[in-house]
């Protein structure tokens, strides 16, 4: 299963979710499923974005585990 990384990466940025959920300018529900791994997809318009504010790559974004 592919997960995102997103909270660990905020916090090794030293920035919150709150922070992150302002930057993208989403819904709070959709932000909620999105960092939570609740979604079956997400936009490449956003990996783009948390790429650029999270200064990493795709590869660092995403984990795949076997759940």
Excluded: A
């Amino acid at each position: 299963m592919v997960k995102l990384n997103v909270l660990s990466l905020l916090e090794q940025r030293g920035h919150t979710k709150y922070w992150l959920y302002k930057q993208l300018g989403m819904s709070y529900q959709n932000f909620s499923r999105m960092v939570n791994n609740e979604t079956k997809s997400i936009r490449y318009e956003n990996i783009e974005t948390l790429c650029l504010l999270l200064e990493c790559t795709p590869n660092d974004l995403f984990l795949i585990t076997e759940e």
